[in-house]
């Protein structure tokens, strides 16, 4: 359940930064630094959530419906990246290769789960 509220909310408030990146630059940039903060805030939770409730979080990786969530943490870093582009674009290009690679991972995961168990 956490894992989709982080890619609605980073997907909104990236999306309004990005709008008002090109309309108002100061609200833009604030967007985009909330939404980051927002971001890395999730992630901290979640992944001490993994550390503290190992066998909680496998289990809802190998979940046929719950692993589909996972996603949703590569999906929040490439909307960042866009983002990001006007602001800084070495740490945009950072985050649009991490969300790639971590996106191309999980596609991997959910696929050859597919594949093997239905």
């Known amino acids: 359940m956490a894992?989709?509220?982080i890619k609605n909310l980073v997907k909104?408030?990236?999306g309004l930064s990005s709008f008002l990146g090109e309309t108002i630059k100061l609200v833009?940039?604030?967007f985009t630094?909330?939404?980051?903060?927002?971001?890395?805030?999730?992630?901290?939770?979640y992944l001490t959530k993994t550390v503290k409730y190992?066998?909680?979080?496998?289990?809802?990786?190998h979940h046929p419906v719950k692993s589909n969530f996972f996603p949703t943490i590569s999906i929040s870093l490439l909307l960042l990246s866009i983002a990001y582009d006007s602001i800084n674009q070495s740490v945009a290009y950072s985050m649009w290769?991490?969300?790639?690679?971590?996106?191309?991972?999980?596609?991997?995961?959910?696929?050859?789960?597919?594949?093997?168990f239905l």
């Open 97 to 116: 290769i991490v969300g790639v690679i971590l996106y191309f991972v999980f596609l991997i995961r959910i696929l050859t789960y597919r594949v093997i």
């Open 28 to 30: 833009g940039v604030g």
């Open 12 to 14: 909104d408030l990236t």
């Open 33 to 45: 630094y909330l939404s980051t903060l927002i971001f890395g805030l999730f992630l901290v939770i």
């Open 54 to 61: 190992w066998n909680q979080v496998k289990a809802e990786f």
């Open 3 to 5: 894992l989709r509220g």
